[in-house]
Nanobody, 115 residues
């Protein structure tokens, strides 16, 4: 069974940085689109960033210029580098893999931005 395991979340002060990682197992990510979503308390889940297998990336307007999605296919891992973090970035962050027939989700990692 495909597994996605996120790591790298935590508590950070406003203006700080974090790098989230998502390691996949039992599937090779190189040919699939990978994305990061987030869900804040009381809010709907939203798409933060996506990376197609062809190297195209897309970002939510709220994170453009601050977040960067990347992947290391050799490590079967996708990353989300988050800079200039704001309190409104506080959420549980999930990575996904779109196999076209199924959208796989990780268990999520908490990011809290607070002073």
């Amino acid at each position: 069974q495909v597994q996605l395991v996120e790591s790298g979340g935590g508590l950070v002060q406003p203006g700080g940085s974090l790098r989230l990682s998502c390691r996949a197992s039992r599937i090779i990510i190189s040919i699939y689109a990978m994305s990061w979503y987030r869900q804040a308390p009381g809010k709907q889940r939203e798409l933060v960033a996506s990376d197609t297998s062809g190297g195209n990336t897309n970002y939510a307007d709220s994170v453009k210029g601050r977040f960067t999605i990347s992947r290391d296919n050799a490590k079967n891992t996708v990353y989300l580098q988050m800079n200039s973090l704001k309190p409104e970035d506080t959420a549980v962050y999930y990575c996904t893999l779109d196999s076209t027939t199924h959208l796989y989700w990780g268990q999520g990692t908490q990011v809290t931005v607070s002073s």
